[in-house]
């Protein structure tokens, strides 16, 4: 009686899957936990460290990073569901985020996101099938002086025309940003010690 | 206007001025040290006497706000709020971006005023570049004792944390900001208990935007009397506008509050006017959720109390758009509306309710199925939400409704107009289109 | 005690409460979703607004401040004033009442809540006719998100209380919300089901329909159900329920709310126990063996027959050997009823009485915390009226010995004569009895559920599960509660105190009240104040 409904009580989980997160990741993750007076404050920089470690963050990513800081799995996905920036689906190796709101609208956003669709041949919140990018659009990057702006991993384009997105998506380099980085943030690769 | 010599942009032009050593060079924790030898209370005292209102959007006293610290605390936190998510504002990117060291040491004199034990930038996840010159800048103070366990050769102590944040305009509210560092979702608390009391992990708090804590060491270093005699009264010292938009010269000023919108946007020293071709409809001088002037409304001055007689919700964060004659007023309308729906944190019922149909019905406006009850029904969606009238707990309700009431009530004309110049029967079409049911009455199938 | 003006209404109320359970107690329906008193305040759903009155800022001068406030959020102070009755309140309440409807699908014909639904109630007294939103509704899943709950969240209004009573009341937090704005919704990480022994109660606290309950589901409207006082009998708790009942069936169990005992809550094998009614191993009739055959009596025959011979086995030794088994799953009547017959008959007759089981320890909630600030105690032992039943026996004076002494006696064959009261609803009687039985000459069984223990007797009387009988349980604190009869027995059971009651030699018809007003008058006192005064309202929201 009644109707179908979706099953939240099986672990989509596969029950042999090995862990995502590598050890160097756990500690790094860890290492975040005497800057908080409790073990959730160290959940959002866990999860930015998870995310660019894993790519993105699954439920099993999730669950990882719960264990990890000893907190409740549900209050992870809480968290995670609520901030923009948190994936939980696979993305692409670089994501383009195209500024919506007020002044990049003024400035001819909508043509630079127009264009950015048809050279990647996607729409938003999609990836593209070799897997290198992800569009979607965000609110405010606050580089409104420089409308209308669009940010493509860490760095952000600015004054973009639509005629010349080709060319910054060709760019291998175009999501490279030009000052000395901070590493506090970074995922860790596989591999990596 | 008065004139002045500008102190939070003076190193915008100097190279590599994100350096350790370059902001020495130019007198960079100078002031610190004065900090330090003046004592805390007497910090506290000069940036009272100094009449500093927060820089953030909501322009509360700062020295007010240090002083509801309770006496016998143990603990205290700093968080800064370097969340800047409101369109079109991008005046805290500037600062971080090209005078770290001018924050940093702005926080450690409010540090040492309020005996605080860490503090917590908050800066949004999309500030990549951001970041990364202020951990290095971080780094680099820590590195020359400016920043650890005692500072400055003295008994000072203090920490300072980059937390950065992951996409939520709301965790630029403070409590919503706790909410966040604390590792959960950015819904904003109901106050009392105040965050002075009982904020960060339930110890006393202390939120402050970045312009704020920069004025604070211009303060110091300055004297109280100085930042008095800059602008008019109830809005002293400097302020840093932001002007984009279709201007000649969009980018960062530091001026007085006694500056009128139109000085802002035409000024010589200045935006300069507005590029070839282009014709001004609005403003929206504030920051989005302050709402917006009409072409007829320049003379408004930009101080915290003056906007209010142009019924603007506020001075805010003092970010100005210029709006074109060619941009459709009710792209405007709908390009607000959403902004609100998307940044709602859902936990009171009429913003979150509120702020998704607004944007369901602006978004059928903007496509041509405009009704003309449409335009009230969205000034009765904006009247029942806000902080203000205690309908909800936190200022992002008032935004919403404040911007989307301004836009219909002033540019109402053109709102009629366009919807009237939609082909006949357009709007009716298009609701049966998008709600069938609603129309023939149908119970909705379930296909799920 | 604080006095506050309501509406113009001057009220007297308890001290640190907030102004909305001022009101409540004094019986004013003040809308509200997210506030409940058994969890802490968030202040979300906005409904509960009022206006206050405030000395003016500049001037001092008392006036209705122009911002509304949350009367869930003011604590009451001596003298303070506010009202719901003004038009900036009941904008508000019609706007609120709208939001929650914008999206919300007009499933009260299917929905389980219908009937006892705060939506339909508030809609109806401060909302709006009609929805005035022509956009498509957006749509939330139904999941299933526990062995025995679903979540159709597109019914859900947001007002966390199912989240809060899962951190704060058993501590175990698997809800949580997900999504941001108008996307938010209630959520289980997947693969760590809403499973706590308490979770029942976020259908309870669920003011619409998107907490359900699956055995529930679908079978009742909730119009037809009438409902019984009662109290829980699955362990020594006693926690305060009722028993919603309709044509003779028992439908669902809810908790009452009791200060004393459980608060707002019940746990799961309390709240889920009602399927053992209607055991297939339940003892149907009364029997006796003859020539090594079961035979079914009339009940007409058993109280004389009972009767004789007791009185024969209690002429010998003034009934030295004979021996009572007294269960701690009778109510206290019963007991009371068959052990002052038998001290009537058999002065010298040894009671004792059978050991309620025992299942690990107790449990606390929220999980973790120490006992002083525990919100909920599951207790270990198993069984709703020990107390009570030790109270009956020792009344009735004589002999009293352990049960373990009872058994050598019986074993050692120095008992002859036994009436043994089991009673269990989950098992019938235990082995080492009826080892022990094997030396008597004649045994009278009373059991709940047929089993080797039944089949040992002389003579078999069937128990009744407790919502087919009325009495009182005595819980582990000493507090006497009554229960009410919701449902007849099956066809063919009597009352188990319309027989002890006969079997005791007095006439009539078996009213629990009245026998415990003969238990009062014979000394029991804690008996006189359960007759006068019923515990806790019927019905608690």
Redesign the interface.
């Known amino acids: 009686?009644?109707?179908?409904?979706?099953?939240?009580?099986?672990?989509?989980?596969p029950r042999d899957a090995g862990p995502v997160l590598s050890a160097e990741a756990r500690a790094k993750i860890r290492g975040f936990l005497d800057?908080?007076?409790?073990r959730?404050?160290?959940?959002?920089?866990a999860?930015?460290v998870a995310q660019e470690s894993a790519g993105h963050l699954s439920?099993q990513v999730?669950?990882e990073v719960a264990e990890c800081l000893e907190?409740?799995?549900?209050?992870?996905?809480?968290?995670t569901?609520?901030?923009?920036?948190?994936w939980t689906h696979a993305r692409g190796k670089k994501v383009v985020?195209v500024c919506?709101?007020?002044?990049c609208?003024?400035?001819g956003g909508d043509e630079v996101l127009e264009a950015v669709k048809k050279q990647l041949g996607i729409g938003e919140h999609d990836t593209t099938s070799d897997g290198k990018y992800s569009l979607i659009t965000?609110?405010?990057?606050?580089?409104?002086?420089?409308?209308p702006c669009m940010?493509i991993?860490?760095?952000?384009h600015e004054r973009v025309k639509p005629e010349n997105v080709p060319a910054i998506l060709a760019d291998e380099l175009n999501d490279m940003?030009?000052?000395?980085?901070?590493a506090?943030?970074d995922g860790v690769k596989p591999g990596a010690g | 206007m008065a004139t002045f010599q500008p102190v939070l942009t003076r190193n915008y032009g100097v190279k590599d001025s994100h350096l350790l050593s370059v902001y020495r060079e130019h007198g960079g924790y100078e002031a610190l040290s004065k900090a330090l030898a003046m004592g805390a209370e007497n910090v506290v005292e000069e940036v009272k006497r100094a009449e500093l209102r927060g820089r953030g959007g909501a322009g509360f006293p700062a020295g007010v706000k240090w002083g509801f610290l309770p006496p016998n605390r143990k603990v205290t936190y700093l968080c800064v709020n370097c969340d800047e998510a409101e369109p079109p504002t991008f005046k805290d990117r500037t600062l971080v971006e090209k005078d770290p060291h001018q924050l940093i040491e702005g926080i450690l004199i409010t540090g040492y005023a309020t005996r605080t034990t860490a503090a917590y930038i908050y800066m949004r996840a999309e500030f990549h570049r951001q970041f990364h010159v202020m951990q290095r800048a971080v780094d680099e103070a820590y590195a020359a004792n400016l920043i650890g366990p005692n500072i400055m050769g003295s008994d000072f102590k203090m920490d300072i944390y980059i937390h950065r944040g992951a996409g939520a305009y709301v965790c630029g509210e403070e409590t919503g900001l706790m909410e966040s560092i604390e590792g959960r979702r950015g819904w904003p608390r109901i106050k009392p208990p105040f965050p002075a009391v009982e904020g960060l992990f339930g110890k006393p708090t202390v939120v402050n935007n970045v312009e704020t804590l920069c004025c604070v060491k211009h303060i110091i270093e300055e004297g109280a009397d100085w930042f008095l005699g800059i602008g008019p009264k109830g809005s002293k010292g400097p302020k840093l506008f932001a002007v984009s938009g279709p201007v000649r010269r969009p980018g960062v000023y530091e001026a007085a509050m006694d500056i009128t919108c139109r000085d802002l946007v035409f000024g010589e020293d200045f935006a300069q006017g507005l590029t070839e071709g282009e014709e001004l409809k609005g403003v929206l001088p504030g920051g989005i959720s302050m709402g917006i002037l009409g072409g007829d409304e320049l003379d408004c001055k930009l101080d915290f109390d003056d906007v209010r007689r142009y019924r603007l919700l506020g001075l805010g964060t003092g970010a100005a758009v210029v709006v074109p004659k060619r941009t459709d007023i009710r792209t405007v309308l709908l390009n607000v509306a959403r902004f609100f729906a998307h940044e709602s944190c859902g936990q009171c019922t009429q913003c979150r309710e509120g702020t998704g149909w607004m944007a369901k019905i602006a978004s059928r406006i903007a496509s041509g199925a405009g009704r003309i009850e449409d335009l009230d029904l969205l000034v009765e969606i904006s009247n029942s939400m806000g902080m203000m009238p205690g309908m909800n707990i936190c200022g992002l309700s008032d935004g919403a409704g404040w911007v989307v009431r301004s836009v219909v009530e002033k540019f109402r004309g053109e709102l009629e107009e366009k919807i009237k110049a939609q082909p006949a029967g357009a709007a009716e079409r298009a609701l049966r289109q998008i709600n069938p049911a609603y129309y023939e009455g149908a119970a909705r199938v379930s296909a799920r | 005690m604080p006095t506050i003006i309501i509406d113009g209404r001057h009220i007297e109320c308890r001290e640190r409460i907030s102004v909305l359970q001022a009101a409540l107690d004094a019986g004013l329906n003040i809308p509200h979703y997210c506030y409940h008193p058994g969890l802490s305040i968030v202040a979300s759903c906005r409904l509960c607004l009022m206006e206050m009155k405030m000395a003016h800022p500049q001037t001092g001068e008392l006036g209705w401040a122009p911002k509304l406030m949350p009367s869930c959020q003011t604590p009451v102070k001596e003298g303070m004033e506010v009202r719901f009755n003004s038009e900036m309140v009941a904008s508000n309440q019609r706007h609120v009442m709208e939001y929650l409807l914008l999206n919300h699908p007009l499933d009260c014909p299917v929905c389980d809540q219908a009937g006892e639904c705060m939506l339909q109630d508030y809609a109806l007294k401060f909302g709006r006719a009609t929805s005035r939103m022509v956009e498509p509704k957006h749509w939330n899943a139904k999941k299933d998100i526990g062995p025995h709950t679903l979540s159709y969240q597109d019914r859900c209004i947001l007002c966390g209380r199912c989240v809060r009573f899962c951190r704060e009341v058993a501590g175990t937090g698997e809800l949580c919300v997900v999504n941001r704005g108008y996307r938010n919704e209630i959520d289980v990480f997947p693969g760590l089901p809403l499973t706590n022994e308490l979770q029942g109660n976020v259908v309870d606290i669920c003011p619409v329909g998107a907490m359900l309950d699956k055995k529930f589901l679908m079978s009742q409207r909730v119009w037809f159900l009438e409902s019984a006082e009662s109290v829980c009998p699955m362990c020594s708790r006693g926690c305060t329920i009722r028993v919603d009942h309709n044509r003779r069936r028992v439908w669902r169990l809810k908790p009452r709310f009791n200060p004393q005992v459980n608060g707002w809550w019940m746990c799961d094998r309390g709240r889920f126990c009602s399927g053992l009614i209607y055991d297939d191993r339940r003892l149907r009739q009364p029997a006796m063996r003859r020539d090594g055959s079961r035979v079914p009596l009339d009940w007409k025959d058993v109280a004389s027959m009972v009767r004789a011979r007791f009185e024969e086995a209690g002429k010998l030794e003034g009934g030295k050997q004979m021996g009572i088994v007294v269960s701690p799953f009778m109510s206290c009547e019963e007991a009371w009823l068959l052990t002052s017959f038998i001290r009537q008959v058999a002065p010298n007759a040894m009671f004792a009485v059978l050991p309620s089981p025992v299942r690990g320890e107790d449990e606390i909630f929220p999980t973790g915390s120490p006992r002083e600030r525990a919100k909920f105690v599951i207790s270990a032992e198993k069984a709703p009226n020990r107390r009570g039943v030790e109270k009956a026996c020792l009344q009735a004076g004589g002999r009293h010995s352990s049960y373990e002494d009872l058994l050598a006696e019986m074993a050692g064959g120095r008992i002859k004569t036994a009436w043994i009261a089991a009673g269990s609803p989950e098992s019938s009687g235990p082995s080492e009895l009826i080892k022990a039985a094997g030396r008597l000459d004649y045994l009278v069984v009373q059991d709940y559920l047929g089993g080797v223990l039944s089949g040992a007797a002389n003579l078999v009387l069937p128990m009744c599960a407790w919502t087919e009988r009325e009495g009182s349980f005595m819980n582990e604190g000493g507090l006497v509660q009554r229960f009410q009869r919701a449902v007849p027995p099956p066809q063919g059971l009597m009352q188990d105190g319309q027989y002890l009651f006969e079997i005791a030699g007095r006439r009539g018809v078996f009213n629990a009240g009245r026998v415990r007003q003969m238990m009062a008058e014979s000394g029991m006192a804690e008996f006189q104040a359960v007759h006068e005064a019923p515990v806790g309202p019927v019905h608690a929201h």
Request: hydrophobic share 40%; proline share 5%; with cysteine.
């Open positions: 009686m009644g109707w179908k409904a979706v099953d939240r009580q099986t672990s989509p989980i800057r908080y007076e409790t959730r404050g160290a959940l959002i920089p999860l930015h439920l999730m669950k907190i409740n799995p549900a209050d992870v996905l809480d968290t569901s609520f901030y923009t920036h948190f985020v919506r709101s007020i002044t609208q003024i400035m965000e609110e405010c990057l606050a580089g409104c002086d420089h409308a940010l991993g860490e760095r952000l940003i030009d000052v000395p980085r901070s506090l943030y």
